[in-house]
């Protein structure tokens, strides 16, 4: 997720997509979503399991900013809110 300039990114890892995104859009999630205004969806994945959900997250957060920049891209050159298409 990242803000309306996009310029904070943030990761996380969910049961509920849709839920989720909502909670940060409607600012009901304190700390770093809400203080940052991250309120707009431009990448996801779905995983088959919650072990590999965190593993991945892991994986995405240890990584540099450049290579989040590189997964929007692949899927949201655009960086549009993907929100609205779950």
Request: with cysteine; charged share 35%; proline share 1%.
């Amino acid at each position: 997720m990242t803000n309306k300039n996009n310029t904070v990114l943030y990761t996380g890892v969910t049961n509920d997509l849709k839920r989720r995104v909502y909670e940060h859009k409607e600012k009901m999630v304190k700390g770093f979503t809400k203080k940052y205004n991250i309120t707009k969806l431009v990448y996801y994945e779905v995983c088959c399991d919650v072990k590999s959900a965190i593993l991945r997250e892991k994986q995405i957060k240890g990584g540099s900013r450049k290579k989040k920049i590189e997964l929007v891209n692949s899927m949201n050159p655009i960086w549009e809110d993907l929100y609205y298409d779950l």
